[in-house]
């Protein structure tokens, strides 16, 4: 049989980078980077060209499991769903929907039908309990993004292939590949910025890799980038730089931020922050008279203390500066389907409600319909009305992910019911009562529905299936409907009744487009558009309906040169939509159709942080951050032969001084102790960590009984959450802070 090329995106990583694939006999023999894919232009990295090995790894969950007598054992698909029913249903009837909660994990975004799908089971669940991978990592964003711009999913990214200048403020894109922000073939887009002149700046406590490749670096200690950027703010309008004239009339709030930031000290905010005053100066200045420039932050700015307000000042810092919204600067994405920010009339909207439910603990509220899973261990471990007994994990490893992650192993356990959607028996679902295996990267088709709407280019590109699945298996998409109609009350169904599930949630898509009257498939006959659709049964159907009323659709026949799935899929490398266009106003969905610079509870916030400034601080506190490695995908990859090859990587960098000063040994475990535990961990001394800062990566710890995780348990590392203190969280989101906590090292 002839060997031949396939292209396909990769749904590891938010890049979803275009691979090139090698198939012969239905096997794939090699991968690399598409040369000719619209976004990554050929990137590849390690865990890409890992697929084939995790696709086979023999460890791989490969039929549902269910727990008999205690024990997880092999099942049918009809044998699991049938438990579920059991389970699942009992849980509901006797302690109510509040009870059952769900918990979206990262992985979620590599698989389009739990992407696009979880609303479906949310709903059918009815209950208020959503947790999510997102409010460990970019939740003080997105509300960001909700409150100055209308939308969680209207965020500004670099448009780094037309930039001159670009600030990374706690990101390592060259390792990450980027997040809310698709980051991928860094190191080749960052090589053509500095041809054409430009520059990149890192702050960072780290010396990362990106660091490495930057013109500068600075190091900040930890939390205080709030400080540093209003010092960047303090300055600009200190020395009349501010270039709002183009934007005036579409912002509000410009005098409330410069009123707060006129009088401030720029010595008291470089002293703050580590970095010299003339540095914040220079910065403001180049950010301010390039042409081109943006300021971009992710985890580190995020998962801190005050990750919202550091959001915040971000966006504010490019307002002032002139870079939102200007081609080579920051610019909002048009993603081709179900983007909020392309649907209903263009430049105004309303603000979310708030859905009055509280967490019990710690009366926590929804933040973009989000709860903190910090919360999620206390709320299935104290007992009473509205206890949590019952919870489904897509795609998720909270166990080890989630601050004071043994508390929640500890938890999990007292559940009346778990059910973990994943490949593996691990930290998590090693709890369950059932895990449902998710389809292999191959025998599924591929769209990153999440990913998109962050791309530095507007492009449209779907993988279809490459292999079929084996007979009798159960897709991502039928299985995430089945569980749907089991929470909803209908029992398990059959194919009759899925499909019959499916035409529903299509007509509820079709609905919204016909009744909408500033969308491309306004007024469309819902049954004739129905039988218009490309495939009979499937996810696809579900993408061929967003991407037809999307804002490049066909609208059903109202623009017939527009997109449709099957033109999608003849375009093997994406259909290329365009550069990055300026967005404002459309792009808003603010109540009053400006772009909110001043939110009053971020202001309240930065005012409660301003008048703190003198509070004491211990300079000789160590604080300890993490940090994202090439081989690993958080607490994943760590099965994979040639991913976790090589020596052990979940090591604690530490400065050499602060060996001396500690007077550590070097070969010596050191023990380290926070508010919230203790733990051993391996030194690796470096001055790429700044003085008084530790960095231990995350998603370590594969060493819990009940797991099949061969490979990993033989280099398990150490699980930094069982440091970080569920209780301290980001004021305005509930967001874990997990990075620049204090704590301390010893050796017995
Ligand atoms: N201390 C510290 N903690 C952190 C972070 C940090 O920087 N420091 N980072 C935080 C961040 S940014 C995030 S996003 C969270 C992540 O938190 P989680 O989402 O809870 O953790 P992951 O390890 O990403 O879990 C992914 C799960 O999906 C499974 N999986 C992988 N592929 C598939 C598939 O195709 N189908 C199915 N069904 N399952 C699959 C994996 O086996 C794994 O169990 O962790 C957070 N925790
Ligand atoms: N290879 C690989 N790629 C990944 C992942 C992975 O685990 N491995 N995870 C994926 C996920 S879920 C996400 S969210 C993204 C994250 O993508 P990034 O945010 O780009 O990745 P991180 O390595 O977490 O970068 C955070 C940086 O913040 C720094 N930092 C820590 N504290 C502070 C602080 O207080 N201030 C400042 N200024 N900096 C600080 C850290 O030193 C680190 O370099 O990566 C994604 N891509
Ligand atoms: S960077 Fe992410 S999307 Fe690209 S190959 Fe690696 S894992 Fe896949
Ligand atoms: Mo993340």
């Known amino acids: 049989m002839s060997c031949q090329k396939q292209y396909r995106i990769c749904p590891i990583c938010e890049a979803t980078c275009g691979l090139e694939l090698t198939v012969e006999h239905d096997q794939v023999v090699a991968i690399r980077g598409n040369s000719d894919d619209l976004i990554s232009l050929g990137h590849v990295c390690p865990k890409g060209v890992a697929l084939m090995e995790l696709r086979d790894d023999p460890d791989r969950v490969r039929t549902p499991m269910v727990r008999k007598n205690g024990v997880l054992v092999p099942a049918s698909w009809n044998e699991a769903f049938a438990y579920i029913q059991e389970k699942l249903s009992a ?9 059952v909660a769900l ?43 909700a409150e100055m711009y209308g939308d969680v999913f209207s965020n500004p990214v670099p448009d780094i292939d037309r930039s001159q200048y670009l600030l990374i403020l706690g990101a390592n894109p060259m390792v990450s590949n980027g997040s809310l922000w698709l980051a991928p073939g860094f190191r080749g887009r960052v090589k053509d910025m500095k041809k054409r002149g430009g520059k990149l700046v890192v702050i960072d406590p780290r010396r990362t890799e990106t660091a490495r490749i930057a013109d500068q670096h600075f190091f900040i200690r930890p939390g205080t980038d709030p400080y540093f950027l209003l010092g960047l703010l303090h300055v600009m309008f200190r020395d009349d730089l501010v270039k709002t004239e183009a934007s005036a009339a579409m912002l509000a709030g410009l005098e409330s931020v410069e009123a707060m930031v006129k009088d401030i000290s720029l010595a008291a905010m470089a002293s703050l922050c580590g970095i010299a005053a003339k540095n914040i100066e220079a910065m403001a200045y180049e950010l301010v008279n390039t042409q081109c420039a943006g300021v971009y932050g992710r985890v580190g700015s995020t998962t801190q203390e005050q990750g919202t307000v550091t959001s915040w000042l971000i966006e504010v810092v490019n307002i002032v500066a002139g870079n939102l919204d200007i081609p080579g600067g920051m610019m909002f994405p048009k993603a081709p ?14 603000k979310a409600a708030d859905s009055g439910f509280r967490t019990r603990v710690r009366n926590r509220g929804h933040v973009c319909g989000e709860l903190p899973s910090a919360c999620l261990a206390e709320e299935i471990a ?6 949590i007994r019952a919870l489904i994990s897509i795609c998720g490893n909270p166990a080890l992910s989630a601050p004071n992650s043994e508390r929640l192993q500890k938890a999990l ?31 599924k088709s591929y769209y990153g529905a999440y990913s998109i709407n962050y791309a530095s280019r507007n492009v449209a590109r779907f993988s279809p299936a490459l292999f079929e699945s084996p007979p009798g298996w159960v897709s991502d998409w039928d299985a995430l409907l089945q569980v749907s109609a089991i929470a909803a009350g209908m029992g398990v169904v059959d194919e009759k009744g899925l499909r019959a599930f499916e035409d529903q949630v299509i007509s ?45 659709g066909d609208g059903f026949g109202a623009n017939p040169a527009g997109l449709t799935l099957e033109k999608i899929i003849a375009a093997p490398n994406g259909i290329d939509l365009g550069p990055l266009q300026p967005r404002l106003p459309e792009v808003l969905r603010t109540p009053s159709g400006k772009v909110e610079m001043a939110p009053p509870a971020f202001m309240a916030e930065l005012s409660k942080l301003l008048a703190a400034t003198d509070r004491d601080v211990n300079p000789h506190q160590l604080l300890l951050i993490g ?17 976790a090859k090589g020596k052990n990587r979940c090591t604690l960098l530490i400065n050499p001084l602060d060996v001396d000063r500690l007077r550590l040994e070097e070969n010596k475990p050191v023990v380290l102790t926070t508010t919230a535990g203790q733990l051993q961990a391996t030194l690796e001394i470096t001055d ?10 995350h998603g370590w710890g594969h060493n819990k009984e009940g797991t099949r995780l061969n490979l990993a348990q033989q280099k398990p590392g150490v699980n930094i959450n069982i440091l970080m203190d569920d209780g301290r969280l980001d004021a305005l989101t509930g967001n874990a802070v997990l990075n620049g906590v204090g704590v301390q090292i010893t050796q017995e």
């Open 91 to 99: 849980v509901i009837k006797n302690h109510g929907r509040e009870s």
């Open 103 to 145: 918990y979206i994990g990262n992985a979620t975004i590599g698989s389009m039908a739990f992407m696009v799908g979880f609303p479906v089971l949310l709903k059918s669940l009815a209950t208020p309990q959503l947790y999510t991978a997102g409010t460990l990592d970019h939740i003080p964003k997105l509300l960001t993004c």
């Open 337 to 350: 389907a179900f983007a909020a920010n392309t649907k209903g009339q263009p430049g105004i909207g309303k």
């Open 382 to 387: 104290t007992p009473g009305e509205g206890q």
């Open 413 to 443: 356990p007292g559940l009346d019911f778990l059910l973990s959607f994943d490949i593996y028996i691990n930290e998590t679902s090693r709890h369950a009562d059932v895990i449902l295996p998710g389809t292999p990267t191959f025998e």
């Open 508 to 552: 509820a898509l079709l609905e919204e487009a016909a009744t909408d009257s500033h969308s491309i498939a306004y007024g469309i006959d819902i049954d004739n558009a129905m039988a218009q659709l490309s495939h009979t049964r499937g996810i696809e159907r579900i993408m061929d309906v967003g991407f037809r009323v999307g804002p490049y």
């Open 627 to 643: 940090r994202r490695q090439s081989h690993s995908i958080n607490s994943w990859g760590h099965n994979v032969h040639i991913l």
């Open 688 to 697: 790429e960590i700044m003085p008084g800062v530790v960095s231990l990566p």
